[in-house]
């Protein structure tokens, strides 16, 4: 198969304006009235005839598929595969068929989602990552912050690496051995226990270093 963004010219068709965007070959009716939703214009004719729109854009028979966003028809590799639910209930599970929007498109839709929803895509990756790594909620988090009292539990103070003009949350700090969560760390503490490996004998060595002492006990005079 081609690669997707080196596709044959034979390969790549616009659908002219008229006929249905879904590939079917057949002309559409003219809009009796102006909406938005199915991107009608009164007068103009119709993208698409009734149930040959986004959902059931048509497949040929040839190995191509036309995406409903660029409109050009593109091989069956230029799409995603996805497996249909009705087909798995039906014991098919290995039928696949391919997303309606090609890759590229899907890639650029994408990235437009999230930059208009910076902050809703930012917590939802948050949410799934804790449930992922440490079996918490984005409620247990929040119980777990207010028994903090917002700050970290080993320097007591706020988090201070800023990112994107607003303060990191604290880390999950956890036992490696065990999985079990510990507290929240900020990020300089956090980053101080993994690098002496959570050792009580280095932290008691570093007291003991950090203790007042006179250069002469140090050097044995």
């Known amino acids: 198969m081609p690669a997707t963004n080196q596709l044959p010219l034979q390969l790549v068709k ?3 304006p008229g006929f249905c965007k879904c590939g079917c070959g057949n002309k ?3 809009a009796p009235r102006t909406d938005i939703k199915r991107g009608w214009i009164k007068g103009q004719p119709k993208p698409c005839i009734t149930k040959h729109g986004h959902r059931n854009a048509a497949i040929n028979g040839n190995g191509v598929r036309i995406c409903t966003m660029c409109y050009r028809e593109q ?6 595969p996805v497996s249909r639910k009705r087909d798995r209930d039906r014991g098919r599970g290995d039928l696949l068929t391919t997303t309606s929007v090609c890759r590229k498109c899907n890639l650029k ?3 437009v989602y999230r930059k208009k929803n910076r902050e809703k895509c930012f917590s939802m990756v948050a949410r799934s990552t804790l449930k992922r790594m440490y079996g918490m909620t984005g409620d247990d988090y929040a119980v777990l912050l207010k028994s903090q009292h917002g700050v970290c539990a080993i320097c007591k103070q706020t988090e201070r690496k800023i990112v994107n003009g607003e303060p990191q949350n604290l880390s999950v700090d956890h036992d490696h051995v065990t999985g079990k969560v510990r507290g929240l760390l900020c990020s300089r503490c956090n980053l101080f226990l993994g690098r002496i ?3 009580i004998q280095i932290l008691c060595s570093a007291i003991d270093y950090l203790s007042p002492i006179t250069l ?3 050097i044995g005079i």
Not at 75 to 80: Q, R
């Open 197 to 199: 490996e959570d050792s």
């Open 109 to 111: 839709r994408n990235r």
């Open 216 to 218: 002469e006990e140090v």
């Open 28 to 30: 559409t009716l003219l």
């Open 14 to 16: 616009i659908i002219p």
């Open 75 to 80: 091989p069956f590799s230029a799409f995603y």
